[in-house]
């Protein structure tokens, strides 16, 4: 089983820019499709982006889609969520999630790191 921590939250200004980690422990890293999830306030949880397992695979939800970039170092065991010209509707507890393959579902969640787009 890994354990994942996020980590790089914080509050910007609508424009801004932040990029989240998610470092991982025990397990394999590589072995593991990781995502980025959000849940804002009032909200469903939903999806941000993912990526395979060396990375050479993305997909983003058309929220975030020009504007997030997932990325990953399998040797660091750490997934990355770069987020540009944030919005505030981009305000969210962000969570990184990781599973065995495409076709599973997640089932190991780090404990989420909040991030607050002023206006």
């Known amino acids: 089983q890994v354990q994942l921590v996020e980590s790089g939250g914080g509050l910007v200004q609508a424009g801004g820019s932040l990029r989240l980690s998610c470092a991982a422990s025990?397990?394999?890293?590589?072995?593991?499709?990781m995502g980025w999830f959000r849940q804002g306030p009032g909200k469903e949880r939903e999806s941000v982006a993912h990526?395979?397992?060396?990375?050479?695979?993305?997909s983003y939800s058309d929220s975030v889609k020009g504007r997030f970039t997932i990325s990953r170092d399998n040797a660091k065991n750490t997934v990355y969520l770069q987020m540009n010209s944030l919005k505030p509707e981009d305000t969210a507890v962000y969570y990184c999630?990781?599973?065995?393959?495409?076709?599973?579902?997640?089932?190991?969640w780090g404990q989420g790191t909040q991030v607050t787009v002023s206006s």
């Open positions: 999630a990781a599973k065995g393959s495409w076709s599973a579902e997640y089932k190991t």
């Open positions: 025990g397990r394999i890293f590589s072995s593991y499709v």
């Open positions: 990526i395979g397992k060396s990375g050479g695979i993305t």
